[in-house]
C-alpha cells in the first residue's frame, strides 16, 4: 500500500442472538455428548435465531453498533460490503436489506467466502476505499447457520452458531502528515481460493443445483489439515509484506472453528498462547461472524487498545481462506 490513502479500522460492533443453545441441549435432539463437543471442538455454548429474525437483522444491529461506536452518522457510509452464506433471500444482497434499514445510500453487495468471507470483504473494502469509491465503508459479517444445518448429522450439527459482526473502514491520508512512518490501519492482506477443495465443504444443494439451499455437509479430517497448513502459510506470508516479525504482534483473532486448530495453528508458527482471542466456547462456528464477534468482545474487555496490531485469519469452504495484519484504531 502507497504511503498515504491508509486505511484505518477504526470501530466494531457485533450482535448475538437471544437464544443461547448449550452441549447438553443439542445432546436432547442427537447423539452427541457435552464432554465429545468439548473435548474434539472446545465449543461450549452457541446462539441461534429464531425462526422469523434474519440475518440482515443482525447484521443490522452490529453495523449500528459500530457506526454508532464511530460516532458517524448513516449517512457517512459511502460503501457497505456484507460475508454472508446465509442471505435473507436468493437476490437482493444482505447488503441492500442493511443499506435500508441503516438509511442511506451507500453503495452495498455481499461477498461469498464463507467462513473467509470476513477476511475477504476487508481486503476489498480497502482496495476499493484507496481506488475513490468513497472515504467510510462499513464492512459486516452475518450468518444464520443454523438455518442450513441438518440436525440428523452430528458430525456438522454441533460446531456451528449464528451471530453477526461489523467494523468500519476509514481513509485518511492525514496519518503521515503528523507521525512519519508511523504506518496504522490495513498492513498486509493475503487472501486465496482452490476451488479443487470445492467438495470437502459445501451444501448439498443451491438454487440452480437444487431449487433449494441444501445441508452444510464437510469432511472434518481433511478441512483440519488443510485449516492448520493454510492459515500458517497465510499469516507468514502478511508478516514477510509488513516487514514484520511473529512477536510484533499483539493480538491473533483466528477463524472460530474449533479450538484444536487455533492450537495446531499456534504451534505450527509458535504465536503465544496469552495473545490469541478465543471466542470457540461461547459462540461456536459463527462463518463470517467470527472474527469481528471475537474481536467485538476482545475490544469491550478492553484487551485490544488503539494501536495494537492484530493478526486475522479464515478459512471456509472453497476452499477460501486468507489473512490480514492491521493496526488497530487511530493516532490520538
Ligand atoms: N458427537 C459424538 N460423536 C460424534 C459426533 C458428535 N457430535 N460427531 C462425530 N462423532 C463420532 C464419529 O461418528 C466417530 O465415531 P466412530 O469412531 O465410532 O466412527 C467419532 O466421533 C470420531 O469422528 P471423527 O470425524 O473422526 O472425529 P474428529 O476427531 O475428526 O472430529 C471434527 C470431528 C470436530 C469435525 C474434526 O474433524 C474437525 O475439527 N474438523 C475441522 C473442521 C472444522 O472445524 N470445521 C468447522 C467448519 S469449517 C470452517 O470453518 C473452516
Known amino acids: 500500500m502507497s504511503s498515504n490513502n491508509q486505511i484505518l479500522l477504526t470501530s466494531v460492533g457485533s450482535y448475538l442472538p437471544k437464544k443461547k443453545i448449550s452441549n447438553d441441549n443439542l445432546a436432547k435432539i442427537m447423539d452427541t455428548s457435552d464432554e465429545w463437543i468439548k473435548k474434539r471442538t472446545g465449543i461450549k455454548f452457541r446462539h441461534f435465531v429464531e425462526d422469523n429474525e434474519l440475518t440482515s437483522d443482525m447484521g443490522t444491529n452490529a453495523a ?23 442471505p435473507d433471500n436468493t437476490f437482493p444482497s444482505t447488503a441492500s436489506k442493511i443499506q435500508r434499514n441503516i438509511g442511506c445510500k451507500a453503495i452495498s453487495f455481499d461477498v461469498q467466502a464463507v467462513c473467509a468471507g470476513f477476511v475477504y470483504a476487508i481486503s476489498i473494502g480497502a482496495s476499493m476505499l484507496k481506488d475513490g469509491y468513497g472515504d467510510k465503508c462499513l464492512i459486516v459479517g452475518a450468518d444464520s447457520m443454523s ?3 441438518d440436525w440428523n448429522d452430528r458430525s456438522t450439527a454441533v460446531l456451528f452458531g449464528d451471530g453477526a459482526g461489523a467494523v468500519i473502514l476509514e481513509k485518511t491520508t492525514a496519518v503521515n502528515e503528523f507521525v512519519h512512518n ?13 476451488g479443487e477443495y470445492y467438495d470437502l465443504l459445501n451444501t448439498d444443494g443451491g438454487v440452480s443445483k437444487s431449487k433449494s439451499t441444501g445441508f452444510l455437509r ?21 508478516l514477510e509484506v509488513s516487514n514484520m516479525d511473529i512477536r510484533d504482534i ?17 504451534n505450527k508458527i509458535k504465536i503465544p498462547q496469552e495473545k490469541i482471542i478465543s471466542t470457540i466456547s461461547i459462540h461456536g462456528n459463527t462463518s463470517a461472524a467470527s472474527i469481528p464477534l471475537a474481536l467485538d468482545v476482545a475490544t469491550k474487555k478492553g484487551n485490544i487498545k488503539n494501536g495494537n496490531i492484530l493478526a486475522l485469519q479464515a478459512i471456509g469452504g472453497g476452499l477460501s481462506w486468507g489473512s490480514l495484519i492491521l493496526k488497530i484504531g487511530k493516532p490520538s
Open 182 to 194: 508511523d504506518k496504522w490501519g490495513i498492513l498486509a492482506t493475503k487472501i486465496f481460493t482452490n
Open 250 to 266: 499483539d493480538w491473533f483473532i483466528p477463524h472460530q472453528a474449533n479450538q484444536r486448530i487455533i492450537d495446531a495453528v499456534s
Open 147 to 149: 438455518k442450513i444445518l
Open 218 to 238: 464437510m469432511n472434518g479430517k481433511e478441512i483440519f489439515k488443510h485449516a492448520v497448513e493454510k492459515l500458517s502459510s497465510s499469516l507468514l506470508m502478511c
Open 64 to 86: 449500528e453498533q459500530a457506526i454508532l461506536n464511530a460516532r458517524l452518522k448513516a449517512n457517512d457510509i459511502d460503501l457497505i460490503i456484507v460475508a454472508t452464506t446465509t
